[in-house]
């Protein structure tokens, strides 16, 4: 073999070595979440840092992607910036990953991925909004459920389908509602 060819090989089985770990991850974290084993452990902490943290965090993954990230405040909602919520940090980091990384990958070049977070109702909000290609009507309803979008998404045959599972788990967790809204195009 060439050079170049075995090089090609080694960077082709280091990325499947890499999304068989993640995958093996997520499985396990889910059946962690599914057993009931995994309980929050609640904190005070404020959702501004958090999803400023997450915005840092996956900034050099937008500019790749040509997709403007930013994380902010949610004109629609109150006070946002003063929003201190008790929960597992680690959980909501967690889910708040899974949504922004989902949004990365399904917006094209000279889109936008937002963080926004809020209050209404002396409940917490927090919104992942984007510019991504949307979902159709019909595809809404499995979009959380185990698996199920593996079949009709674009780019599924290099994600499991576990990470929108995983997030609405974690939700529920912490007595939360997940709500998407969206359409395709």
């Known amino acids: ?14 990325r499947q070595c890499e999304r068989l770990s993640r ?3 997520d499985l396990f974290h889910l059946t962690e979440l599914d057993a009931g084993d ?10 501004a840092e958090l999803t400023q943290d997450i915005a840092q965090k996956f900034a050099a993954d937008a500019d790749r992607r040509q997709v403007d990230l930013r ?5 629609s909602l109150t006070r946002p910036s003063s929003v201190v919520v008790c929960a597992d940090i680690a959980l909501v980091e967690r889910a708040l990953e899974s949504l922004v990384e989902n949004a990365l990958r399904h917006t094209p070049a000279g889109g936008y991925v937002r963080i926004e977070i809020g209050s209404d109702a002396g409940r917490a909000r ?3 909004r984007d510019s991504g290609v949307g979902i159709a009507a019909e595809d ?8 199920d979008r ?11 389908g576990l990470g929108l599972t995983i997030v609405r788990r974690i939700v529920r967790l912490h007595g939360g509602e997940l709500e998407v809204c969206s359409t395709a195009g």
């Open 1 to 14: 073999l060439e050079p170049a060819e075995e090089r090609n090989y080694l960077e082709t089985a280091a």
């Open 23 to 25: 995958l093996v991850g």
């Open 38 to 47: 995994r309980q929050p452990l609640s904190e005070d902490f404020a959702l």
């Open 71 to 75: 994380a902010g405040a949610d004109s």
């Open 126 to 128: 927090l919104a992942v």
């Open 140 to 147: 809404l309803p499995g979009l959380f459920d185990r698996y």
């Open 150 to 160: 593996i079949e009709r998404v674009a780019g599924a045959a290099t994600h499991a």
